[in-house]
């Protein structure tokens, strides 16, 4: 009894901590007090590539991604599979590999280059941002790696930081046709010297240091391109000398430094060899044979340089051949100590060996019949490093190793070899061996065709493969994109780690995710051009026998098929569009016999047929374009004799099939009823498919991007000539067909799209300078056009976009049109890149779920719908990214009623009371009803708020009151009726005093439930 009542008084205070701040009565009050779902919310649907990952991959393309100090730490590009291309340093050990900053969050890459040293401080070049480049520095720590200057190159290369250079205490660098400097701060950091005002510029221009200043090519309005020098001031920058007085040269140069003379080619056809002190002066020409000198290398205090497939050698004051003319190949001399190594092709032999020379005539010769007889070694990509020259070649037939010189015979063995030919390993060992600390790392490729990061010492027990940094499996997934839903299930392309590209498909659980085809070809071959038709896939792919051609899929792994080997053998029959006139697929394909034309398939191989032979006479194809069905009709653009193509419509018979108008049509999109299309000179039109009803909307609308049929409307980007690429719609009228704004001011673009309806409204993607990509909406007008949320608040983006992965990913919302809702993935600094919902309010926008615990990004791709789940490929700390499910956001309120008040009277304490059950309702699930007094509980005398709760699986939760009033029969004189008043109602929120006392209620309901349950044992 004194349990019971220490519990009544519990409730007594939980219900009046509810019930405080209520202000008036209300039959009903719903709040939705849910806060972003639990990690508990994404499971993991399979890790089906279960191969242990291995170290991460480096960069190293030839814009200086690897970067050693004066101290002796490394910095390099490295990817991890999980965070893209970042920031990384190294000792050559995996103990000592470590990321430094994840730039560009989740599988994005900043791609970090072009490192100089400044005063003990290391700078460098990375994107962060879509359509940013910027200038960093780091000292080595996460905390010390800061950006310096941020620059929006609008997606051009011209704008790219194309090189960087050091002079006194400043970072030197060209963009956008200018030379900038940097003090290390953003302040500090500004063009100095404009080097070309015209169309022309080398963005590859060389930026070399040598005797306290910077040279370099810059092109000259009169004269061309011509060699200049700069100390990083304007007044101090000039022109060292006029190579073709009178001249428009348009050639650059190549530029390389032996101790105090700079040696360079120049000349109208670069012919010439130069060397110049830096004075007018001391700039002679050494040589103006024909031939473009190339490959210039220092070596002691010589220059060699190959010209015409000979090596040739120069003093700064003359030049000399070192080899014969009947040399085939010579690749750049990499120098070792007083030697030099370079790969020729002498005239007895068909394939490169390994040479040497001392910078004599005499002293060229190779280096020793490494592989006698008919043996070639194939010897390619080799490495100058601790007075070694290390390489790859042949270690026998199938057989492919690592191979060490001293120049000499007896000093050239190979420390490791791979049962792979030549051939295979070449492909993963471009660029290269690299010097990563106190090892050499190189890549080959492994036996499932995965490239693999191996590093040396110099010994073969020090040649190994490189261990991974964590305990993790290998990711599985390929796009960006699914390939369809259908039958319930998801399918995907995928690596599984069986070094042969797989068909799967999940429908979200374990057991249901299964593959359905391996194909066998590498995974990176890929699957295109997805397309449903019914109940059937067809998709193109590559078997490795019979070439690109296409294939079905019922989804099951009997019904996964090749539909025709349409190019008979390996070839490949270069199939492009699909789409479905009604339940016939059509296609372009090329048999090797007719070239590039219009073909059907019912899905059979009898039934996959030619259809259309726009230029029979020529065999030599057609090609047509911008398949697209409106009304019954195909429509696509296509030329019959070789010109220019024309707008044609076909019933998808040859007989059918007429030229349309004289248009070349682009861009081309059924909107509705109606054909919209652009031409190849900017305009809009539209077509109801007869000639009267063909008509132009809109003039010099330039690019035209992204055309999406949205609602009853028309969305597309376009670029006018004026404000760069902004998003327009068109109603189908001319007086309708309106930009929706300018919505990065000026002629910089916003490279808006994936748009996409959510209500009465269609959400989209745009960019601008100072917000970075971000959710937009519009209601079809400029006025009603504005930004949803600045979700990462400053000018990076808070919008994940797959740009940055792929140029040819768009960016997909995943609308849950009856919640209100779209998904979407998105950033902020605390968790990454992340799963976000929106309802197209600022208020409405946020991470849902960090999916990824802590600052690492899951990067949510591929979003698609399964029932009430959401699909999506994640990256996990433990497997890599791999395909999760998700409980669907909702942010729907239950509907709850409650019953009417309830009187009664008693001649005891108290009375058992049953009351009518309050009724839920809710679209989405079964929310489920808790009271704070049960029906059929005693009550005691007075009066008493009856609280009901209901919650569904999202935690939004509803809230009604009612009163039970129990009185006594003596004291009652005339008893109240009842009433359809309920009590107090309170909308509350998940913080507060009002539900801490509904946490107090439910502790003491379920007290009292527990003790009445033990009191009945």
């Not at 939980?14 to 639990?38: D, V």
């Not at 169309?199 to 060389?206: I, K, T, V």
């Not at 519009?778 to 949320?789: C, E, H, K, P, Q």
């Amino acid at each position: 009894m004194r349990r019971t009542k220490r519990i009544q008084a519990l409730l007594v205070a939980a219900m009046a901590a509810g019930l405080s701040g209520c202000e008036e009565p209300s039959a009903q009050a719903g709040a939705r007090t849910t806060t972003p779902q639990s990690l508990e919310g994404v499971t993991r649907a399979r890790d089906i590539n279960t191969r242990p990952q291995g170290f991460p991959d480096y960069a190293d393309e030839g814009k200086g991604e690897i970067f050693t100090t004066a101290a002796g730490v490394t910095f390099l590009s490295l990817d991890d599979g999980a965070s893209g291309n970042e920031l990384w340093r190294s000792d050559g050990t995996e103990a000592g590999t470590r990321r430094i900053k994840d730039i560009a969050p989740g599988l994005s890459s900043s791609n970090p280059s072009r490192f100089v040293e400044l005063q003990g401080t290391v700078y460098f070049v990375a994107t962060s941002d879509f359509a940013e480049v910027g200038l960093w520095k780091t000292d080595g720590t996460e905390a010390g790696t800061v950006l310096v200057k941020r620059f929006r190159d609008g997606r051009d290369p011209e704008q790219d930081i194309s090189a960087t250079a050091v002079v006194g205490d400043k970072v030197l660098f060209i963009r956008e046709r200018q030379l900038w400097s940097s003090d290390g701060t953003e302040a500090g950091t500004a063009p100095f010297k404009a080097l070309s005002s015209g169309e022309d510029f080398y963005s590859d221009s060389q930026l070399v240091s040598m005797g306290g200043a910077v040279f370099f090519t810059a092109l000259d309005a009169t004269q061309g391109v011509e060699l200049w020098k700069t100390d990083g001031t304007q007044a101090g920058t000039t022109r060292v000398f006029d190579l073709v007085p009178g001249a428009l040269n348009r050639s650059s140069a190549e530029l390389e430094a032996v101790g105090s003379t700079l040696f360079f080619n120049a000349g109208s056809s670069r012919n010439e060899l130069w060397k110049t002190d830096g004075t007018e002066a001391g700039t002679v020409r050494l040589d103006n044979q024909s031939g473009t000198p190339s490959q210039l290398t220092a070596f002691q205090s010589n220059l060699l340089f190959v010209k015409n497939n000979r090596l040739w050698r120069s003093d700064g004051t003359s030049v000399e051949a070192l080899t014969g003319t009947d040399f085939s190949l010579i690749y750049k001399p990499q120098p070792v100590g007083g030697t030099a190594f370079f790969l020729s092709a002498a005239p007895d032999a068909n394939e490169p060996e390994l040479w040497k020379t001392d910078g004599t005539v005499t002293g060229t010769v190779p280096v020793g019949d490494l592989w006698p007889g008919e043996a070639r070694g194939y010897p390619h990509v080799f490495r100058a490093w601790q007075n070694t020259i290390f390489f790859l070649a042949s270690a026998g037939e199938g057989r492919t190793g690592l191979w060490k010189s001293d120049g000499t015979e007896a000093g050239t063995v190979m420390l490791k070899d791979w049962a792979q030919d030549w051939d295979v390993i070449h492909d993963a060992f471009y660029g290269g061996p690299v010097p990563v600390g106190a090892s050499l790392f190189f890549k080959i490729r492994g036996a499932q065709t995965s490239t693999e990061v191996w590093r040396t010492d110099g010994t073969v027990a020090g040649t190994v493969a490189m261990g991974s940094l964590e305990p993790r499996t290998k990711h599985s997934v390929l796009s960006v994109r699914n390939l369809a839903v259908m039958q319930g299930s998801v399918l995907f392309p995928a690596d599984d780690g069986s070094g042969n590209l797989g068909l799967w498909k999940t429908d979200g659980t374990e057991a249901g995710t299964v593959l359905l085809k391996h194909f066998g070809v590498r995974p990176a071959v890929g699957i295109s051009l997805p397309l449903l038709v019914g109940t059937t896939l067809f998709f193109v792919t590559d078997d490795g026998v019979h070439g690109t051609e296409l294939w079905k899929t019922d989804g099951t792994v009997e019904g996964t098929q090749l539909v025709k080997d349409i190019r008979v053998g390996p070839g490949g029959a270069t199939i492009l569009e699909l789409v479905a006139l009604g339940n016939t697929l059509y296609f372009i394909a090329d048999d090797g016999i007719h070239g590039g034309e219009l073909w059907k398939s019912d899905g059979t191989e009898a039934g996959t047929t030619l259809a259309i032979d726009l230029n029979p006479a020529a065999n030599e194809g057609s090609y047509p374009e911008q398949l697209t069905v409106v009304n019954g009709s195909l429509y696509f653009a296509g030329s019959a004799d070789g010109t220019d193509p024309v707008l044609w419509k076909s019933d998808g018979t040859q007989g059918g099939t007429t030229r349309f108008r004289e248009l070349y049509p682009r861009n081309m999109l059924a909107g509705g009823n109606t054909l919209f299309f652009i031409t190849s000179d900017g305009e809009l039109w539209k077509s109801d498919g007869t000639g009267e009803g063909t008509v132009r909307l809109r003039q010099e609308l330039g690019e035209v991007n992204e055309p999406r049929w949205v609602g009853d409307r028309l969305f597309f980007v376009a670029d006018d000539g004026t404000h760069g690429l902004e998003p327009w719609t068109s109603d189908g009228t001319p007086e309708g067909t309106v930009t929706l704004g300018d919505l990065n001011p000026g002629s910089a673009s916003s490279f808006a799209g994936a748009f996409t309806r959510l209500g009465a409204h269609v959400l989209f993607a745009a960019f601008d300078d100072a917000h970075g990509f971000e959710l937009w909406r519009t209601d079809g007008s400029a006025a009603g056009t504005a930004r949803v949320s600045d979700a990462r608040p400053g000018p990076t983006s808070g919008l994940f976009v797959p740009y940055l992965l792929d140029d040819d990913s768009p960016l997909d919302l995943l609308v849950l049109e009856e919640r209100g809702l779209v998904l979407f993935a998105g950033i902020d600094d605390q968790a990454g890149v992340e799963p976000w919902v929106t309802d197209g309010t600022a208020q409405g926008t946020e991470r849902w779920v960090d999916a990824a615990p802590g600052a690492g990004s899951s990067t949510p791709l591929a979003f698609s719908r399964l029932g009430d789940h959401a699909f999506f490929f994640a990256n996990d700390s433990a497997v890599g990214f791999e395909p999760h499910r998700m409980v669907l956001p909702d942010r729907t309120v239950p509907v709850l009623n409650c019953p009417a008040n309830v009187s009664t009277t008693t001649k005891a304490e108290e009375a058992q009371v049953d009351y009518a059950p309050a009724t839920v309702t809710d679209p989405i699930g079964n929310p489920t009803i808790a009271y704070s007094h049960a029906s059929g509980a005693s009550f005691p005398v007075g009066s008493t708020t009856v609280m009901v709760l209901a919650t569904d699986a999202s935690g939004n939760r509803a809230q009604c009151s009612f009163s039970v009033t129990v009185e006594r029969d003596s004291q009652v004189q005339n008893p109240a009726p009842e009433t359809e008043d309920s009590g107090c109602g309170c909308a509350s929120s998940s913080v507060g005093g009002g539900w801490a006392g509904w946490g107090l209620l439910a502790l003491a309901w379920a007290a009292l439930s527990r003790g009445r349950a033990l009191g009945r044992m």
